[in-house]
């Protein structure tokens, strides 16, 4: 009887944790899927499959950051006009991942965010940029080797005026570590965990060289 029970919870354990992980295979199938997409149309479908994935799982942080992610994504890629609710659906699934796990990729995504409301309103700048800048600091106090805090600090940076503190000089250091880290990362094996930044990072650098 005793060895039967045994062999119940070991079964009831495994049926748990192959429930706990079934948004794992989903979710990644959803990111490859966004990374492949070609045009904004295409990304919001996945978008909208990828929050469907996160309110399945109220208790993952991974469903509803990706879900907050590509909404950001949406956006930049269709602007205000293309996608006005994108902000405020990247808004709700970010405060869910906060609220499950409020990590230095979650607190980096959430200065992302500040980051996007500036798109719309450029007037809001000394109210969003310090707000970034604040975040990102609390994102690097948690993780110092996040290379997506080191380029979103970069980019805030270089879209201050020197006058405030910003410009390319200020912004070199942290470009700099973002992309010493990204070449330090796994990028081959595809994964659930945030490895967005390194495009991002090749534009912001391309931009600067330009410049000069």
């Known amino acids: 009887m005793k060895n039967l029970l045994i062999v119940l919870i070991a079964v009831f354990a495994t049926t748990f944790l192959t429930a706990q992980n079934n948004w794992e ?21 996945v978008t909208s499959a990828l929050e ?17 992610y590509y909404n950001s994504q949406v956006f ?12 405020d659906q990247m808004d709700k699934f970010l405060t869910s ?3 499950i796990d409020n990590n230095s990729e979650v607190l980096t995504l959430r200065a992302n965010y500040y980051q996007a409301k ?9 109210y969003y940029g310090p707000k970034a800048s604040g975040m990102l600091k609390v994102a690097l106090n948690v993780d110092a080797d996040n290379p997506r805090a080191y380029l ?21 250091p942290f470009l700099d570590k973002a992309a010493k880290l990204f070449a330090e990362a796994d990028t081959t094996t595809p994964t659930i965990q945030p490895s967005w930044g390194k495009r991002a990072l090749d534009q912001m650098n391309r931009q600067m060289a330009s410049a000069e």
């Not at 990374?35 to 479908?45: F, G, H, R, W």
């Not at 208790?59 to 879900?67: F, N, Q, S």
């Not at 979103?152 to 070199?172: C, I």
């Open 97 to 99: 991942a906060e609220e």
């Open 52 to 68: 469907r994935i996160a309110l399945s799982n109220p208790i993952e942080w991974l469903p509803a950051y990706h879900a907050a």
């Open 152 to 172: 979103l600090m970069g980019q805030n940076l270089y879209y201050t005026p020197a006058m405030f503190g910003g410009g390319a000089d200020k912004a070199k």
């Open 25 to 45: 295979a989903p979710l990644q199938a959803q990111i490859t899927a966004a990374q492949q997409a070609k045009t904004p149309a295409e990304l919001q479908v």
């Open 118 to 126: 500036l798109q719309g309103s450029p007037m809001m700048a000394p």
């Open 76 to 87: 930049w890629r269709s602007g205000k006009e293309g996608c006005d609710a994108c902000l």
